[in-house]
């Protein structure tokens, strides 16, 4: 649902995992999902997102480390648990 209401993506997902975070205040269940664009997409600004940057996994794991206060306590939630079952 995300990646179409903020990226404008819509395409076939794969469950990667559903888990609580450790520091939820909510008690929510979170669920991770994988997608691959195609090819040719092109990104188009949307009201929540104005630009994005592509970046390898590794890319982002060492930005995650190196300046964890660019992104939100929800993203980090999430790579952990993404690099935690996909080990």
Known sequence: REMQEELGVNVPLVHISTFIPSNT???HFWAIYQGKLPP???F???????SVI???????????KS????VTHGC??????FNRVTK
């Open 44 to 50: 188009s600004p949307t009201e929540e997102v104005a």
């Open 76 to 81: 980090i939630n999430v790579f952990t648990e």
């Open 67 to 70: 300046v964890p206060e660019l």
């Open 40 to 42: 040719d997409w092109n």
């Open 54 to 64: 592509r970046m390898s996994m590794k890319e982002v794991y060492e930005k995650l």
């Open 25 to 27: 205040k909510l008690g």
